[in-house]
């Protein structure tokens, strides 16, 4: 016997033979080898021990009461964690149509009695090593699965710090501090977390979007990094020409965005990041900007950093306080913001930051 054939491993070899002198002599073969046979004398008795211990092979006879193995094999071939166990067939006969329907089934080879020990024990051998390399190649498949994602996911929070480094910049040029943006994020977390209870929401906001709209939302005036700082931090009053200077920081932003070419579970959160970044300026009545969007038809992730933010600015840069900021809102209501937004957002103030 060649060497490789007796250097198998201790693989778990399960043989199924409702005649024991099979069995017994199947297990000596097997032994010669290297093999730890395991037996069984009928198919169920077999699917039972499979359930304890997995075998890395299984010759099992065809003719047998109950479950033959024909059976046994298309059962064990729909199970996940048994298809790619191979199966022999031993059997008295040698009829190409037996032999063809038991690799049709998924069989792997076939095996007729009497046993000629070198036959036996040269093609398990052979089974076991394309199983084994099966095997190596799935793990092998696994481990570049995990590289593959871990690179993406890398790549993928590269891009997100370099965004914030680019939002971090626009803050500055437009003279904001970066806690104020920080602030935005968080208290769109705790607000969408608010609307997720609301029957009025519930439907539309998942655990998902509340993840996605506090780290999207930072990003809203990333726009800011293509507009001149001397238009940005101006003291008086602007002139027409400089508000829609400012105003195009929306479309600026977006496209900043929207040129980003990433994989699909990225996408969502740039998706979101664009929504707003080129709608959290337009009003509830449609007097904002840049498209005049009017009610529902502003994305909801917009709707939110509206609100936030505004409430951010006049706790913030205003100093006003808690009850001040939601009073001067209250009389934007309907004119710049969803109400029913509003209003979740008055009703759980005291949790914002």
């Known amino acids: 016997m060649a060497s490789e054939d007796r250097n198998i491993g201790k693989a778990r070899i399960l043989i199924v033979d409702d005649m024991e002198m099979n069995r017994v002599i199947l297990e000596e073969i097997i032994k010669d080898i290297g093999g730890d046979p395991v037996s069984a004398e009928s198919g169920e008795q077999a699917l ?18 109950g479950m033959d193995g024909y059976e046994l094999c298309k059962t064990l071939k729909r199970k996940k964690e048994t298809r790619n166990v191979p199966v022999i067939f031993i059997s008295a006969y040698d009829e190409p149509e037996a032999i063809v329907e038991g690799l049709s089934l998924g069989g792997e080879d076939y095996i007729t009695k009497p046993f000629i020990p070198e036959v036996v024990q040269a093609r398990v051998g052979v089974q076991l090593r394309l199983y084994e390399a099966k095997r190596e190649l799935l793990e092998m498949n696994r481990r570049l699965q995990i590289s593959v994602k871990e690179q993406l996911r890398q790549i993928e929070q590269e891009k997100k710090n370099i965004l914030y480094a680019m939002a971090n910049i ?15 994020g968080r208290n769109c977390r705790i607000l969408a977390q608010g609307m997720q209870l609301s029957p009025l929401f519930e439907n539309q906001i998942s655990d998902s979007f509340i993840d996605t709209i506090e780290l999207a939302a930072p990003l809203c005036d990333i726009g800011n990094i293509g507009i001149s700082t001397d238009v940005l931090q101006k003291k008086k009053e602007l002139t027409e020409e400089e508000r829609a200077v400012i105003q195009k920081h929306t479309t600026i932003g977006a496209k900043l965005l929207q040129d980003l070419h990433v994989n699909s579970d990225y996408n969502d959160f740039i998706s979101t990041a664009v929504d707003i970044a080129k709608y959290h300026h337009e009003n509830w009545d449609g007097s904002g900007y840049p498209d005049r969007l009017t009610g529902e ?14 409430y951010c600015t006049l706790t913030g840069e205003e100093a006003l306080s808690r009850e001040e900021a939601l009073e001067a809102m209250g009389r934007e209501t309907g004119i710049k913001f969803n109400p029913n937004i509003y209003e979740i957002c008055r009703k759980i103030s005291r949790q914002l930051c």
């Open 48 to 65: 039972e021990l499979v359930k304890e211990q997995c075998p890395d092979l299984i010759l099992t006879d065809i003719s047998m009461p």
């Open 170 to 184: 626009a803050a500055q040029n437009a003279d904001y501090e970066k806690e104020h943006m920080d602030r935005v």
């Open 297 to 310: 038809n502003i994305p909801l992730a917009a709707q939110i950093v509206s609100v936030a933010e505004k």
